[in-house]
């Protein structure tokens, strides 16, 4: 018994000295002042404009929420195999995601949203797949959070900022109960804090409006998660943290109210004057505390055409995200949330929305 204890104690001991030498590693740092993003002390894009409008402090995305993707559903992992394997490989699919960073980063990209219940691998729906990375009692199975690992610590050493999304619509049963949801926040900030990232936002959950089984993950009251991220501080820092709505739905007062980062969809919404709109519309409401506004999914394109839902954000100084699925009969190239993932610039939709940002942003 002595000996185990003494490997136990062994074994603590390396894991601690990893993270301390991990934590003193990290060199990016965000922060909110006011409505703008702020990255080691300096606004993100710092002095540029585009088409007459600032993009400094803005915080340009795109929907990357299958970054650490899997399905422990037997009857259902068939369907996510690589065209040239026959066979689905989560390991190859964060690998490839880290190894396409640097190209998205090169165009201007600092920012993505990944998932820890991903998003619907068909782009939309729930076909009965089972991807989360807690157990039902809300502690973190170890191989997720180690791909997740590798895309923060990417994110880290490039200077972005990902939009960590904890929960999924469709997923959320796995978890037991309201205390395992509860357990699953605290212990990821535990583990964020402890790996030494500082470079991450929180967005609790997606769509909280859909169709989430828990009570604590429903608009009424997810606001409750946002202020236990917020009062979860760790020597005095807290990570930013918001929640966001189907599209074209303006967040509720008790989440305007409390939310660091007002997080909008713009899927549904055909018209960029409804995007100006939007912003518009949140940033009249008293209870709106001049927060940054930020679109992290829309699916809307058209980014050579007169007027686009981007440029529709950028002109309400609002920051957008491009949400890309494969439509049927598309080739594996074609979008960023169906499974397997293509995490490539290979596409001529990808091309056009990286063009677009490299144009906006003059990229790095």
Not at 321 to 337: I, K, N, T
């Amino acid at each position: 018994m002595k000996t185990l204890f003494s490997k136990y104690a062994a074994l603590l001991l390396i894991l601690l000295s990893v993270f301390s030498c991990r934590s003193d590693n990290k060199k990016t740092f965000v922060e909110i002042r006011g409505n703008k993003f702020y990255i080691n002390g300096k606004p993100t894009y710092e002095g540029k404009t585009w088409q007459g409008n600032t993009i400094e402090g803005l915080l340009f995305n795109s929907r990357m929420v299958q970054g650490v993707f899997d399905d422990s559903n037997p009857s259902t992992a068939a369907l996510w195999k690589y065209p040239d394997t026959g066979r689905w490989d989560a390991d190859r699919n964060t690998n490839e995601f880290v190894n396409a960073m640097e190209e998205w980063y090169r165009h201007g990209l600092i920012s993505f949203t990944v998932n820890l219940q991903g998003g619907s691998p068909t782009g939309y729906g729930n076909n009965g797949w089972v991807n989360t990375a807690f157990e039902a009692d809300g502690s973190l199975k170890k191989k997720y959070f180690t791909r997740l690992y590798r895309i923060l610590n990417k994110a880290d050493e490039l200077g972005m900022v990902p939009i960590l999304g904890l929960f999924y619509f469709g997923q959320d049963q796995e978890l037991a109960s309201e205390q395992a949801v509860v357990n699953a926040v605290d212990n990821t900030l535990d583990w964020l804090n402890s790996a030494g990232f500082r470079n991450v936002i929180i967005e609790i959950n997606n769509e909280c409006n859909v169709d989430y089984d828990h009570e604590i993950l429903q608009p009424g009251r997810v606001h409750e998660l946002i202020e236990r991220v917020q009062n979860r501080q760790y020597e005095g820092y807290s990570y930013p943290a918001g929640v966001s709505y189907g599209g074209g739905t303006l967040p509720g007062i008790n989440v305007l109210e409390t939310a660091d980062v007002i997080f909008l969809h713009g899927n549904g919404v055909d018209n960029p004057d409804d995007i100006r709109e939007m912003v518009r519309r949140v940033k009249v409401i008293p209870e709106y505390n001049a927060q940054p506004v930020v679109f992290n999914e829309d699916d809307h394109y058209g980014f050579d055409e007169e007027d686009y839902n981007l440029k529709a954000a950028v002109d309400s100084y609002a920051s957008w995200g491009y949400f890309d699925y494969r439509r049927d009969g598309e080739s594996f190239e074609e979008g960023y949330q169906s499974v397997p993932v293509d995490w490539g610039i290979n596409s001529e939709r990808k091309k056009a929305f990286f063009n677009k940002i490299l144009k906006i942003t003059g990229g790095f």
